[in-house]
Nanobody
């Protein structure tokens, strides 16, 4: 399985921006569908965005559509999540996941996970 490490989280004011990174090792991300999930205190882990390895097709949760952008850099073996126009509701621990499926958006279909990075959006 691929090992994943997230970074780039932090504290930001509302309508600000952050860019999260997910560095992979052990396997190349080009052979995985990559996804970003988030989990707020007392809440279920929620799908945010994914990018397929086959055609780089992207999928987004409706609440982040138009604000977040997922991308991958195979040369760096990394996946990124650009988050713009951040809202307090975006506050959560963000996790990077890897799936062997062509398309995946459910946590159960992602076999590898990073440790998470905290994103806090203040008013």
């Amino acid at each position: 399985q691929v090992q994943l490490v997230e970074s780039g989280g932090g504290l930001v004011q509302a309508v600000g921006a952050l860019r999260l990174s997910c560095a992979a090792s052990g396997r190349t991300v080009s052979r995985y569908t990559m996804g970003w999930f988030r989990q707020a205190p007392g809440k279920e882990r929620e799908f945010v965005a994914s990018i397929s390895w086959s055609l780089d097709t992207t999928t987004y949760e409706d609440s982040v559509k138009g604000r977040f952008t997922i991308s991958r850099d195979n040369a760096k073996n990394s996946v990124f999540l650009q988050m713009n126009s951040l809202k307090p509701e975006d506050t959560a621990v963000y996790y990077c996941g890897a799936s062997t499926m062509t398309y995946a958006s459910r946590p159960v279909n992602f076999g590898s996970w990073g440790q998470g990075t905290q994103v806090t959006v203040s008013t």
